[in-house]
């Protein structure tokens, strides 16, 4: 499977001061997958699985990089040669000192390119013992594949080459608008987590991928006793229960229980997010730039890690979810997920998504806008319309108070201008960055 990140390994790999790389993300969505298949640009490509190989944990006794590479080559029998070996340290959560030695590694080696990927990685960093060393790693996110990489996955290459062209001036054709709505109805359903689609391409059975989704399900759940104890485990076994059916609305952590005491829940969310399995969309005011400058912590949504686990997660058949149009699934939320997911694939792979939603709470006029956020320096409120059409009394009334002149409604209908509001169908939101611009230029 092509994956968008490539062209920012690449980039890496030729930069001359290049740091050493963490690959991070959740567990499954192909980190391991992607790094060997770009090895193949390197003379030797040497794995250390630290899972697999729990005995090389040994060669981290010391944080030097000759002696490092030393104790590896010697057992795993290979060769290490800076500026043709790629030296991949998987699972590399599990050896802490592996990330404190790469900061020996840029200053000692620079030359040698190398790599780590964890699932639970960001429960290393987050240790209060933990020394990151700050200033000399790099880092870069991997969600699962994008409604886009799906389209390439899929045998729609053409297609997604034709998206990238559309613009006001040439909107995409009537024929290919159903087809592409087509095509996302089935996104939803199967979601972007490799295996699933791995499946689904090999078996073409949607029974069979429901198979592949219950399995990852589980194997999240499995991982929570990585990362919790033995005490705390029901309260994440409870949230990780109740999170799909919470997506794209307000959060209450009374939602999940109300005799659970906040502060135990609070917890648990912090570190289903921390493992990647949910993002917080939190309230912005959006009274400038950068977003996060006026953010307000205590109001948030939750978004799923897929929306084909959604709806695994909500045990949903595969005869509903044929009969019933997606977008409209429990009113919209499946919209709005959707939606959340492919929005934080445009932003900086080198950069933790953040995504922002605004809210004014008022008795007699209380508006929401699903997602705010900035291009360039441009603030652009987005709602989502789960039909072709929908009223858009909160979109107006933000850009009236804030004196913004643009905004953004994605939805069933074809790519368009209405006087100041940018109407881009589902299947465009990766182009959104560049169909905002058109009207600018």
């Known amino acids: 499977m092509k994956r968008s990140i490539e062209r920012d390994l690449q980039l890496w790999k030729d930069d001359s001061r290049r740091k050493p790389l963490l690959l991070?993300?959740?567990?499954?969505?192909g980190k391991t997958f992607i790094i060997e298949k770009f090895s193949r640009q390197f003379s030797s490509f040497v794995e250390v699985n630290f899972e697999k190989r729990p005995d090389l944990l040994a060669c981290f006794q010391s944080l030097e990089p000759k002696k490092i590479l030393r104790s590896i080559e010697i057992?795993?029998?290979?060769?290490?040669?800076?500026?043709?070996?790629?030296?991949?340290?998987?699972?590399?959560?599990?050896?802490?000192k592996a990330i404190m030695a790469f900061r020996?590694?840029?200053e000692e080696l620079p030359s040698?390119?190398?790599?780590?990927?964890?699932?639970?990685?960001?429960?290393?960093?987050?240790?209060?013992?933990?020394?990151?060393?700050?200033?000399?790693?790099?880092?870069?996110?991997?969600?699962?594949?994008?409604?886009?990489?799906?389209l390439d996955a899929s045998g729609h290459e053409k297609l997604r080459q034709y998206l990238q062209?559309?613009?006001?001036?040439?909107?995409?054709?009537?024929?290919?608008?159903?087809?592409?709505?087509?095509?996302?109805?089935?996104?939803m359903v199967l979601g972007g987590m490799p295996a699933v689609l791995d499946d689904y391409f090999a078996t073409e059975s949607y029974q069979?991928?429901?198979?592949?989704?219950?399995?990852?399900?589980?194997?999240?759940?499995?991982?929570?006793?990585?990362y919790a104890k033995?005490?705390?485990?029901?309260?994440?076994?409870?949230?990780?229960?109740?999170?799909?059916?919470?997506?794209?609305?307000?959060?209450k952590y009374s939602k999940v229980d109300p005799d659970i005491p906040s502060r135990e829940l609070k917890r648990a969310l912090s570190q289903l997010c921390d493992a990647g399995l949910l993002h917080l969309v939190y309230a912005s005011s959006a009274q400038g730039v950068p977003l996060i400058s006026t953010v307000n912590e205590k109001k948030f949504k939750i978004l799923f890690l897929d929306i084909g686990l959604v709806h695994r997660a909500m045990r949903m058949s595969i005869d509903a979810l044929m009969q019933e149009d997606l977008l409209l699934v429990n009113r919209g939320a499946m919209a709005?997920?959707?939606?959340?997911?492919?929005?934080?694939?445009?932003?900086?792979?080198?950069?933790?998504?953040?995504?922002?939603?605004?809210?004014?709470e008022a008795k007699s006029s209380s508006s929401e806008v699903d997602y705010v956020m900035n291009i360039d320096s441009r603030i652009v409120p987005i709602e989502v319309k789960a039909g072709a059409t929908g009223r858009l009394r909160s979109l107006h009334r933000f850009l009236d108070e804030k004196g913004i002149d643009f905004g953004v409604r994605v939805s069933q209908a074809p790519l368009s201008l209405e006087k100041n509001i940018l109407s881009v169908p589902f299947y465009l939101i990766e182009e959104l960055p560049r169909l905002v611009r058109q009207p600018y230029q």
């Open 230 to 251: 033995t005490a705390h485990h029901k309260y994440l076994q409870l949230l990780f229960q109740r999170a799909p059916g919470l997506i794209t609305q307000w959060f």
């Open 336 to 360: 709005e997920q959707f939606v959340g997911q492919q929005l934080l694939t445009v932003l900086n792979p080198r950069e933790k998504g953040r995504l922002y939603f605004w809210v004014r």
């Open 112 to 150: 040698l390119h190398l790599v780590g990927a964890g699932s639970l990685l960001e429960f290393v960093l987050n240790d209060t013992e933990f020394r990151m060393p700050v200033g000399r790693v790099q880092f870069l996110y991997l969600s699962p594949l994008s409604f886009f990489e799906f």
């Open 165 to 187: 062209t559309v613009d006001l001036a040439h909107p995409v054709e009537e024929v290919f608008h159903e087809q592409l709505l087509s095509l996302v109805r089935q996104y």
């Open 104 to 106: 020996y590694f840029k």
């Open 208 to 226: 069979h991928c429901q198979g592949v989704q219950t399995d990852l399900l589980a194997t999240y759940r499995g991982d929570f006793g990585k």
């Open 75 to 96: 057992a795993m029998n290979c060769s290490i040669i800076p500026g043709e070996t790629l030296l991949f340290l998987d699972e590399i959560q599990e050896c802490p």
């Open 24 to 29: 991070r993300g959740a567990r499954q969505v």
